[in-house]
Structure formats: C-alpha cells, structure tokens
C-alpha cells in the first residue's frame, strides 16, 4: 500500500524545473505533499483531494489524478531552499485512516 | 503559528529498558500520530489516535508500544523493552477534523531515540 514515488533523486541548477511523481496501486481518497530538511521534521506543502484538481502557491504545484491513482508535484523556477527530501502521503477514506508516506524524493538544488 | 511539541529532543537508552516520548499536539487538532524515521529513510506510521482510542496501527506498533492521552494536551508513546533496532527518530504529528479540505498533518520536531 505504500505509494510508488519517482525519481528517487534529480539534480538541479537554480531555475531548472522538476516533477516528482507518486502513484498508488489503490483507490485513493487524498495525496499529501511534505518537504522534509535534513535533520528536520517534514513540512505539510498540500493536499489534494479526490476530484482530480490541482492546487498550488507560489512556483510549486501538484495534481491528482484520481483515476491513475497518481499525483505530481511541479516545482518550477527552482530555488535553493527547494532543497530536501519531498515524500507524498496518501490514504484510502476519509474516515480516519492515516497517511502511508513514499521513499521520497531527494531534491538537490545548487547555484 | 501553532506547532507540535515534542520531548526530549534525544534519548539514549540501553537495550530493555522503558522509554516514553512525548508529544504536545496542537490544541485544536483531533486526530494524533506517531510515525518514526530511521536515518536516512521513509517516514513509517506506527500508530493514529483519535477520541481517545486507537483508530489505526501498523506492523510495526507490536506489544512492546503504546500510545495514550492521559490529560487533555499530551500524547505520549511508550516503548516497553527497547530493542536496537528501535534506534531512530520518532514523530509525533496532529491534523484537523478530516471533514476540513486542509487537514495537513504538523510534525513535530522529533525525538532520536538511541538504544545501546
């Protein structure tokens, strides 16, 4: 039940663009997006609920597309605070099961 | 902004003993976890809390843990008989009423727990 998360690690100069992908084999109800720094804890980015919309601020954004079971998250113009480690987070229903986290993504972003 | 507190920050213990880790959500929120982290990898859920109970738990959360809520703001998780591979940095997180369109989990910052 864990979600598949693609690539495992990209390397990007300043500005370059990215796309982090996370895919379920089951039925999902919502797909969480975490950017975790080392040695801190992870940091809620957003959630996407089933419906197939896509949310965002700022240059990162991400979509849901329900009937893939997958989600992708779109980091565009990268800084070098996008620098971490980005996890989804998916569960099944709303009625309180809690979120099964992928491997994670390694960004590394440089100058 | 309102934050997930966690204590101690480090732990070190020796194999067999009894830890306890605790966690202040945030107020307002009503559903509680613990997840844990060994260096370097996933983040793995262990256990959720809600209404004073356990709603859900994973493989992982065997007898040797347990969670409880004995006042109205901590949340604590006890580990019985530490094993070593219990090493590794352990996450209280709390999120809001899932019948909100935001209910975005809040980490703690985590205890690293050691076993020797």
């Known amino acids: 039940q864990q979600p598949v998360q693609s690539p495992q690690a990209v390397i990007l100069r300043e500005g370059e663009d990215a796309v982090i992908n996370c895919s379920s084999s089951?039925?999902?109800?919502?797909v969480h997006w975490y950017r975790q720094k080392h040695g801190e804890a992870p940091i809620f980015l957003m959630i996407?609920?089933?419906?197939?919309e896509q949310k965002g601020h700022d240059k990162i954004s991400a979509s849901f597309n329900e009937k893939k079971q997958q989600s992708s998250l779109y980091l565009t113009a990268s800084q070098l605070s996008y620098s971490g480690t980005y996890f989804c987070?998916?569960?099944?229903?709303?009625?309180?099961?809690?979120?099964?986290f992928g491997k994670g993504t390694t960004l590394s972003v440089s100058s | 902004e309102p934050e997930v507190t966690q204590t101690p920050s480090h732990q070190v213990t020796q194999m067999g003993q009894e830890v306890i880790l605790r966690c202040v959500p945030i107020?307002?929120?009503?559903?509680f976890y613990w997840y844990r982290q060994i260096l370097g990898q996933k983040v793995e859920f262990l256990v959720s809390?809600?209404?004073?109970?356990?709603?859900?738990k994973s493989e992982i959360f065997d007898d040797q843990f347990s969670v409880e809520r004995p006042d109205g703001s901590n949340f604590t998780l006890k580990i019985r008989s530490t094993k070593l591979e219990d090493s590794a940095m352990y996450f209280c997180?709390?999120?809001?009423?899932?019948?909100?369109?935001?209910?975005?989990?809040?980490f703690g910052s985590g205890t690293r727990l050691t076993v020797v």
């Open positions: 997180a709390s999120s809001a009423n899932r019948d909100s369109a935001n209910y975005g989990y809040t």
């Open positions: 089951k039925a999902l109800y919502s």
């Open positions: 996407l609920l089933k419906g197939g």
């Open positions: 987070g998916t569960d099944k229903n709303q009625a309180g099961t809690a979120l099964i």
């Open positions: 107020s307002n929120h009503l559903y």
């Open positions: 809390f809600y209404n004073n109970e356990i709603s859900e």
